[in-house]
Structure formats: C-alpha cells, structure tokens
C-alpha cells in the first residue's frame, strides 16, 4: 500500500496544489543509480542501482556507449544521444526524462541527471550523474488519478439520480422525462447538469418540513 501526501498548511489550504510525496514500502519506490563516464576512454561505470534500472545484476554485462543508446526507447534514443553529445562536449548540466528498454523487455521511466566536468585546459573529460527509475512512481500517480476520476464521475452519477427521483416523485414522471428536464434547464441557464441537479436536491433537503397534525 502507497500513501500519497499533499502539502497543506494549518488550515488546510494546499501550499502547492500540484505538488506531492510519496511514501511507498521497500522495493516499490524510486530506484537510483550514479555513473561516470570517462569521455577520453569512452568508457562507463555503473553503481549497481543503474545496473539494476537496466534490468541486470553487476557483472552480467558490461557497458559501453553503444549498449546504453540500445537500451533507449527507439522514439527517445536520438534526443538523448543530442543531448548527452552536448553534455560531453560543451559540459553544463543537462536532465533528461526518457524511456529506456531492459534487459528483461520491459518499458522503465526515468530521469537522468548528468554534469560534464571540465578538467584544467577546459575541455569535459568526465560526466557524472544520476538515473533515478521514476516506473512505479508515475503507475500509482495515473491509478491514483483515474481512481479519482471515477469518484468524481460516481458522486456526479449520484447527484444527478437524486435529482431525477425528486422529479419523478413530484410530477410522476419516468426516469427518462426527470433526465430530460434537467438537461433543458442545464441548456437554459447554461450550466452542467450536475450543477443543476445538486442545486435541486440542495432545495428540496433545505426545505422546511411540514407542520405536524396537532390533536385537538
């Protein structure tokens, strides 16, 4: 089970409405990994969460240049070739957030992190950096959305079927004629039925009961 924190104040005003954290059990969260690249050997070297991102354990392969564009997602592989180019030739610090392919086949989201350094005559002789695998983080967030999204449209269902009830039972109608009415005064004034219908059923529940029969 994940939990997803939104930043809020004391009073329970979002601070960044957009923004949030999450805390997921061990194995189910961020994977991240360092490498270096020694531009002159053109070589690499991998920390194992980099080796476990690829989908392999330490040892198994060996990487090299050509393996890791490889492993890029075919429709990512030439911006990021563009983009690491630039790192190694220009340095700076660049951050890329593409697709790669493991070695197991499967689709992995992350972020790359890379800064070329620059050694004293001002030429980028190594670039460090990071991957982070943001997969299972950006899963959760689109079930967290689409779970919401069906809530929305389930209290929107909800409204909408009180409203119909509450004119069926006043003007002894069928499902269909209640629906139609608040389509036409949604039509009327402009607004969502779903707006119109809890404007009714807010009405009709703030209606003051009626008197009592008193005995006599």
């Known amino acids: ?18 923004s949030f954290s999450y805390i997921l059990p061990p194995g189910e969260g961020f994977v991240v990994g360092d490498f ?4 002159l050997a053109d070589a ?42 630039g790192v190694r030739v220009e340095g700076g610090t660049v951050v890329s957030h593409h697709r790669i392919i493991d070695g197991h086949g ?15 005559s001002g030429n980028v002789d190594v670039v460090t950096g990071h991957f982070l695998d943001l997969t299972n983080v950006i899963e959760r ?7 919401e999204a069906v809530a929305r449209a389930v209290e929107k269902r909800q409204f909408i079927e009180q409203a119909k009830g509450i004119l069926m039972g006043r003007f002894s109608m069928d499902s269909d004629s209640a629906f139609e009415i608040l389509v036409k ?3 009327r004034e402009q607004r969502k039925v779903r707006d119109i219908a809890v404007d009714l059923v807010k009405r009709t529940c703030e209606k003051p009961p009626a008197p009592e029969a008193t005995e006599k």
């Open 185 to 187: 005064w949604s039509q």
């Open 44 to 85: 690499w070297h991998w920390s194992t969460g980099v080796y476990t991102i690829h989908g392999f354990e330490p040892g198994d392969i060996v990487p090299t240049t050509p393996l890791v564009l490889a492993h890029k997602h075919p429709n990512d592989r030439e911006a990021f070739e563009v983009l690491f180019h």
């Open 36 to 39: 270096q690249y020694d531009v």
């Open 141 to 147: 967030e689109s079930s967290a959305e689409a779970d």
């Open 1 to 18: 089970m994940h939990k997803r924190i939104n930043m809020v104040s004391q009073d329970g005003t979002a601070l960044m409405p957009h």
């Open 106 to 120: 499967g689709t992995r989201k992350v972020v790359m992190i890379a800064e070329g350094r620059k050694d004293p």
